[in-house]
């Protein structure tokens, strides 16, 4: 997409086809909002962020989105797939010690040993499970369905291997878990738009997680393809600035 900027006369022109739009309206936001995650996601804006001191990758904005979903399933058992640094499971489970609910488990196919002991002697290690190994592995999703008591209210987020079949894969195995009204979640389907960026790869733009929730949701009908509401918004931007594009699967 081509398009430019007058300031002075409050106007973002875009070119191919020739349109004029009133730079202080929610399109135009949605057009630079769209140009600002490509760009920022190619100079590594998401790397620059923590969590109670351990590096959390992910937009501000996706964090806070979650945090609302949290807030409002109040799940006992969060369940991710990959675990990195950690930040995202400490900041899952500091959810869980405010509401007085809830436990988190991560699962990656390699915990280096520096994350594993921060994570371990973190304050927040009490509530989180470590499980190593690769996501997929039945022996690995049997443990992880052990570690879930019968009748847990549980919600998962999908964040290891970011290709289609990968995904795919995962979402087969872990949408069992997933109780009714919660959600099943594949982050960074934004590699579908990043594919042209000096970072991307081409073949993002089909290999990728949106694609994988879409094609789950087709052949299976107990899940629905689903933002969650925003339970505030005075504003007038109604679409969401996000790394997880087509990301919700919710449960019926």
């Known amino acids: 997409m081509r398009f430019s900027i007058d300031e002075g006369r409050r106007k973002l022109t875009l070119q191919d086809p020739d349109r004029e739009l009133d730079l202080y309206s929610p399109e135009a936001f949605s057009i630079l909002s769209r140009a600002w995650l490509k760009v920022g996601w190619d100079q590594k804006y998401v790397y620059g962020f923590s969590w ?3 590096p959390i990758i992910q937009l501000p904005e996706d964090l806070v989105r979650i945090q609302e979903v949290i807030y409002r399933l109040k ?12 930040g995202s499971l400490v900041l899952y489970a500091g959810l869980c010690k405010l509401m007085g609910r809830g436990r988190v488990i991560g699962i990656d196919i390699e915990i280096r040993p520096h994350n594993r002991k921060a994570i371990e002697t973190h304050e927040m290690a009490p509530l989180i499970t470590l499980v190593e190994g690769s996501s997929t592995s039945p022996g690995i999703v049997s443990r992880v369905r052990a570690l879930i008591r019968p009748g847990e209210t549980v919600l998962v987020l999908l964040d290891s291997n970011h290709t289609k079949a990968h995904v795919a894969a995962e979402l087969e195995v872990y949408a069992p ?34 694609a994988a929730a879409a094609d789950f949701a087709a052949r299976h009908p107990e899940f629905a393809l689903e933002e969650p509401p925003w339970p505030f918004n005075e504003g007038r931007v109604t679409e969401r600035i996000t790394h997880w594009p087509g990301a919700y699967l919710l449960r019926k």
């Open 75 to 86: 799940p006992e058992v969060i369940v991710e797939t990959g675990v990195a640094h950690g």
């Open 52 to 54: 109670l001191g351990r």
């Open 177 to 210: 878990l997933v109780t009714p009204g919660s959600y099943i979640v594949a982050t960074d389907g934004s590699m579908e738009f990043l594919h042209d960026v000096p970072r991307g790869k081409p073949e993002w733009a089909h290999d990728n997680p949106k």
